[in-house]
């Protein structure tokens, strides 16, 4: 078969890129392994019928407003996409039984905060008008490929309204880690805590550089964006892109693991699936893969190049257990407050997250995880039958080679303690357990070969393998050393979360 381009991988960023591009009249196939597509966006019922569980990514806020959404919204709704936003997006629950929670509403956050750290009201409304006057130059960066004139661009507007010290502190933000950020800010621990646990989600424990810049926007922004989910699942998304592909022209393919990326001369023209298949690119090959699996795709001859064989030390982040119940209501949090909210992040506090960071990354499976607790079907009942919920647990880090064993001979008596330690902040849980469903990060690798280790973030984001960085030095602006051959994914800038901007970023670049 050939296409204009063939696009390996259908996570959002390649469906998101293929979608882009098959609605300009680019003819597009997607390649996809597993036998549903979607990459880490999946809903299943895995614990009873009836309940419909996000089984890796939850939150569709990045995608809502990023650059996908926004060109293509009107279709993927037609094709039913209802993003369902929230008010209340994120809590964190501490020992004495108190809650801080952030609302999509400034003033009620505000109130939330003279409630629990009266001390920290002013520095916070400081940091929300201080996010209002640098989002446009966030956006612009975070919209810029790595590097480019644009990205200098922006940067540029950006001194001449701040002058040379307000870039300064931009970077400095950029380069902070969260508990230095957070303590030269607020005096409350809890404070401190509620911003640290959204690190946690992109592997930066409190005392990693580089932390803060995702704490602060994920914090301070949730008031303005709050939190969305897809109304039945996460894949309403995946199956609203697959409708617009197809109904453009375009192909996607399941059960067609790609095998070898056919190279002629220096330039990426084709692929060959597993099955013997092969797919011609009239255009280009784009690769929605952890890099670090490209070489064992492509010619030895280009595998062993030093500029091509560097992807081969990507380092993974360390890795995510999920853990999936139904219940017959939901639990019954000692924070009452907390059972509004769709995340629930348990630290508690910031020593307690550095810790298990420090634990995770020796091999040790951490004695207090921190996690992040979703409660969709607050937003969304139609996920469970009437009167029930579901709970999407996510256990932030875990080691990638635990020292204790397999995941597989581990894993379930890890779960139990992590139930455990949902059940000193909601007691009683167990006995609202209908049905549970573990997904150990062996089961993530299992599952999506792109999970390595169980590594959900696609690379990590430490500051070495990010912005123009990332993945590699050299592997900039979502190409390759091989003409024909680009990268999108979380792999790739502006890295993880599901908001499709590199898949927007490679469509522009090949269409």
């Known amino acids: 078969m050939e296409a204009d381009v063939v696009v390996i991988g259908s996570g959002v960023n390649g469906l998101g890129a293929a979608a882009l591009l098959a609605s300009s009249g680019v003819h597009v196939i997607v390649l996809e392994a597993n036998d549903v597509p979607g990459g880490a966006v999946r809903t299943e019922e895995v614990t009873l019928p009836g309940f419909r569980h996000d089984l890796f990514a939850m939150n569709l806020g990045l995608f809502a407003g990023g650059p996908i959404n926004a060109v293509l919204g009107d279709r993927l709704a037609a094709h039913g996409l209802d993003l369902v936003p929230t008010a209340k997006p994120f809590c964190s629950v501490f020992p004495d039984g108190s809650m801080l929670g952030v609302e999509a509403d400034v003033e009620k956050t505000m109130a939330n905060l003279r409630d629990i750290a009266p001390e920290d009201v002013e520095a916070w409304g400081q940091l929300t008008d201080y996010l209002g006057a640098i989002a446009p130059t966030l956006v612009g960066i975070l919209g ?30 950029a380069l902070s880690s969260t508990r230095s950020f957070t303590e030269d800010h607020f005096s409350s621990p809890k404070v401190r805590a509620l911003m640290a646990s959204w690190g ?11 932390g803060a810049l995702f704490s602060f926007l994920e914090t301070i922004g949730g008031q303005f964006n709050g939190m969305v989910i897809g109304r039945g699942g996460a894949d309403s998304m995946v199956k609203a892109l697959v409708a617009v592909i197809e109904e453009s022209g375009g192909q996607v393919m399941t059960g067609q693991r790609v095998s070898e990326i056919v190279v002629e001369g220096k330039r990426a ?60 209501e939901l639990p019954d949090w000692r924070a009452p407050g907390a059972r509004e909210f769709n995340y629930v ?110 590594d959900s973030l696609g ?17 900039w602006r979502h190409r390759t050393p091989l003409d024909g051959l680009y990268l999108c994914g979380a792999s790739t800038w502006p890295g993880g979360g599901v908001g499709g901007g590199s898949g927007a970023l490679v469509a522009d670049i090949v269409k």
């Open 269 to 328: 023209v084709g692929v060959v699936a597993s099955d013997g298949s092969r797919f011609r690119a009239r255009r280009a090959v784009l690769a929605n893969i952890n890099p670090s699996l490209l070489p064992d795709m492509v010619p030895s001859a280009v595998a062993e190049r030093p500029d091509f064989a560097a992807v081969r030390r990507f380092r993974p982040g360390l890795a995510t257990m999920m853990i999936h119940l139904a219940l017959d």
């Open 200 to 210: 946690m989600h992109l592997d930066f424990a409190p005392d990693i550089a580089g």
């Open 144 to 173: 810029s490929d790595m590097p480019s004139w644009k990205a200098i661009r922006t940067l540029w507007k950006a001194r001449r309204e701040f002058g040379t010290t307000g870039v300064l502190d931009m970077a400095k933000l």
């Open 459 to 475: 690379g990590s984001h430490h500051a070495a393998q990010f912005f123009f960085l990332r993945p590699v030095p050299g592997w």
């Open 345 to 454: 992040h348990i630290g508690p506090y910031l020593d307690d997250m550095a810790m298990t960071y420090t634990q995770a990354a020796a091999g040790r499976l951490p004695d207090s995880p921190t996690l992040v607790v979703g409660q969709p079907t607050i937003s969304d009942p139609s996920r469970a039958p009437e009167g029930k919920h579901t709970l999407w647990v996510q256990v932030r880090v875990l080691p990638l080679k635990p020292t204790e064993g397999s995941w597989d001979e581990i894993g379930d008596a890890y779960a139990e303690r992590v139930i455990d330690k949902i059940e000193d902040y909601a007691p009683g849980l167990r006995s609202h357990i209908l049905g549970k469903k573990v997904l150990t990060p062996a089961d993530l690798q299992r599952a999506n070969a792109n999970l390595i280790g169980g």
